[in-house]
């Protein structure tokens, strides 16, 4: 249960203001945004008092404990000061001026480098990149596959699931099989009861 709303007057500037600075911490939010809530912190509950600590609080527990990408928690953060300006409208406004300002920076950041590196894919440096990153990016995969698989798992009673993994595994490697019908298959699989 959130807290109850701190009553605020927030004028055009503050909106702005809100608005850049979700938009700095968005190209500084190299591990996600929850990376930046120390700053957020500071911004909205001890700088402006816009939230109340137990109202930042709530924002994250809520977003962290609902399924969904792990942004939620600005969307929150958004919603809480709107209603804290005193009216839905507000918090709709909230919700949009936060999460267009984490959104914006990193996505056209992230969308003009693919592009750059798709146009450029021919260079010996992002072939190179691209090369010193596969392994580390399937190794990445892997690893978490195995402790997501290896979480509730007992490897004597197991083994069919695990050699169904590394089968698939390899068909994806050797041949040009498509992935929906691997994933296709296991679900029957899966359904019948066979792993």
């Not at 004028?11 to 608005?19: A, E, I, K, P």
């Not at 809520?62 to 839905?88: C, D, E, H, T």
């Not at 979480?151 to 099989?177: E, M, Q, Y």
Request: hydrophobic share 55%; aromatic share 12%; charged share 10%.
């Amino acid at each position: 249960m959130t807290a109850a709303p701190i009553h605020i007057v927030l004028s055009f500037t503050d909106w702005l203001n809100l608005f850049g600075h979700y938009m700095l911490l968005s190209l500084l939010s190299i591990g996600g945004a929850i990376s930046t809530t120390s700053e957020m912190h500071r911004f909205l509950v001890e700088e402006h008092h816009w939230l109340t600590q137990s109202q930042f609080n709530d924002s994250i527990a809520i977003a962290q404990a609902a399924p969904g990408p792990n942004v939620l928690f600005v969307a929150l953060m958004g919603w809480n000061v709107g209603l804290n300006a005193g009216s839905y409208t507000a918090a709709f406004a909230g919700v949009a001026v936060t999460m267009f300002g984490v959104l914006l920076p990193s996505t056209t950041l992230t969308y003009l480098a693919a592009r750059w590196g798709h146009r450029n894919r021919e260079l010996l440096g992002v072939r190179a990149f691209k090369q010193g990153m596969t392994p580390v990016v399937v190794g990445l995969m892997v690893s978490v596959g195995i402790i997501l698989g290896s979480a509730n798992s007992d490897w004597t009673t197991d083994w069919p699931l695990w050699l169904l993994s590394v089968a698939a595994g390899v068909i994806i490697w050797r041949t040009k099989l498509h992935l929906l019908w691997l994933l296709g298959a296991g679900a029957v699989l899966g359904w019948y009861g066979l792993v």
